[in-house]
């Protein structure tokens, strides 16, 4: 079982930065891949970022060069890093590992 606890979420004008956070707990959280997802009111719920227990990381293009997602093992900590942000990268952005999702945190870029 893996409980995952997103944070960070709200408002910030188009341009600004924002930095989400996840707390996991459960199992051991260094060998598995994370992700961030985000969902948008029209969209279908998409990957943003992975990052593999080894530390391999992929992007989505939407957000390469812009978006950077870490993780402290030592912490249980998972992290996405955004900058430059843009009014389409409003949404409510998930954490995921296999089959465990966190509540969710809204991520409003106001143009």
């Known amino acids: 079982q893996v409980q995952l606890v997103e944070s960070g979420g709200g408002l910030v004008q188009a341009g600004g930065s924002m930095r989400l956070s996840c707390a996991a707990s459960?199992?051991?959280?260094?060998?598995?891949?994370m992700a961030w997802y985000r969902q948008t009111p029209v969209d279908a719920r998409e990957l943003v970022a992975l990052i593999t227990g080894s530390g391999r990381t992929s992007y989505a293009d939407a957000v390469k060069g812009r978006f950077t997602i870490s993780r402290d093992n030592a912490k249980n900590m998972l992290s996405l890093q955004m900058n430059s942000l843009k009014p389409e990268d409003t949404g409510v952005y998930y954490c995921?590992?296999?089959?465990?999702w966190g509540q969710g945190t809204q991520v409003t870029v106001s143009s």
């Open positions: 995921q590992s296999g089959a465990f």
């Open positions: 459960g199992s051991v959280f260094s060998v598995r891949t």
